[in-house]
């Protein structure tokens, strides 16, 4: 299962902090073992994926530099790499350290989610779309050889026409009807601009709602893994979107190998720089009965939340992720019911570590 539309940072450039799920292995196949370690840059580390990717890449012999606006959390005090503080809407200082670094490969994950950019939608546009520009330009003039964007399915609205193709392929006319859908959309056009303008090679994933052992993040997928955390310490949870809600979800681990499939895929295997990924679509009450099995004393219930559902009915139903599979040969490991199972023992450790820490 899969958590929000897109990457879960918060704060500027920040993700879901106190986290504690393990560092991924690499992916077998993701990292070709022949590759000479590469210099590689991570903005927006502080989150899930960071904590993920920074293991991953450190664990296939890379030289990793981590930024993020916050000083590292301690969920990533053992994630390995070298860590600096960023604010990415700082031109001057994102484009100092690209020069200071030099990195062969940059993951731009920094982001501000829909639901709080909703709410300031001005810091939103200031991180996602200016800092985007900003880390675009620096990568340019550092003369840095590859970038990969993190994109959502938030770029998707509903058409004037009517409604969007089930499932819902690579080329639709885009009408996102958030600021983050926006500026994730301009964030695709800048990549596509700098790639064929100043041959810096961006690529990227339109994500799905990602789900993974840590605290929600302020995404309009949220109540996917609230069903998660609070049905283990709440033993139930109140979901602010309809029964019938369904969104495509993926499970953390399969978002981070998508991460480093086309970070290593040749170029000229691409036939687009921003691609659709999909995992699967279920269901808000599948996804409880999913958790059910495992928790079977949880006690779900539906209120839709009118300013979150509108969004959540905004999005696809389903992606067509025929490209991926074909050029870079993705293909998801978990569907619903094998992430509950290795899902909630890890959400289990979550809260036990964070009650040990908060008890400190």
């Known amino acids: 299962m899969r958590l929000e539309g897109g990457v879960p940072t918060t704060l500027r450039q920040g993700a879901a902090r106190g986290d504690a799920a393990e560092p991924l292995a690499a992916p077998r196949g993701a990292i070709d073992d022949a590759r000479p370690p590469m210099k590689i840059l991570l903005t927006g580390a502080g989150g899930q994926i960071g904590h993920d990717l920074i293991g991953a890449l450190v664990a296939s012999g890379h030289d990793v530099v981590s930024t993020d606006l ?120 800048l990549c596509d601009y700098y790639r064929k303008k100043f041959d810096v090679d961006c690529r990227g994933v339109r994500f799905p709602g990602l789900i993974s052992a840590a605290m929600p993040g302020g995404g309009s997928s949220d109540y996917a893994l609230f069903m998660y955390v609070d049905g283990v310490r709440k033993h139930g949870y109140e979901a602010f979107a309809r029964a019938d809600t369904r969104i495509p979800l993926m499970y953390m681990p399969d978002g981070v190998r998508a991460l480093l ?91 036990e570590l964070g009650a040990i820490l908060s008890s400190h």
């Open 261 to 351: 499939e086309i970070a290593m895929a040749e170029r000229a295997q691409l036939t687009r720089a921003i691609y659709n990924i999909a995992a699967f679509s279920p269901r808000a009450d599948e996804i409880a009965a999913s958790v059910l099995t495992l928790l079977p004393d949880a006690k779900f219930t539906f209120e839709p939340d009118p300013v979150r559902q509108a969004i959540l009915d905004s999005w696809p139903r389903a992606l067509d992720d025929s490209a991926a599979r074909r050029d870079w040969g993705w293909k998801p490991a978990y569907d619903l019911d094998a992430m509950t199972q290795d899902l909630i023992p890890k959400v289990r450790r979550m809260l």
């Open 70 to 189: 916050a000083p590292r959390p301690p969920s990533h005090a053992h994630a390995g790499g070298e860590w600096q503080r960023l604010d990415v809407t700082d031109a001057a200082a994102t484009g100092a350290l690209m020069m200071e670094v030099r990195p062969d490969l940059v993951f731009h994950l920094a982001a501000i989610l829909s639901a709080r950019g909703e709410q300031d939608p001005r810091l939103a546009y200031d991180v996602n779309q200016t800092g985007t520009w900003n880390v675009l330009e620096a990568c340019r003039r550092a003369k840095v050889k590859r970038l990969v964007f993190t994109s959502s399915i938030a770029v998707f609205g509903p058409p004037p026409s009517g409604p969007l193709p089930d499932p819902t392929p690579d080329d639709v006319a885009l009408h996102p009807t958030t600021m983050y859908g926006v500026t994730k959309v301009s964030g695709e056009l």
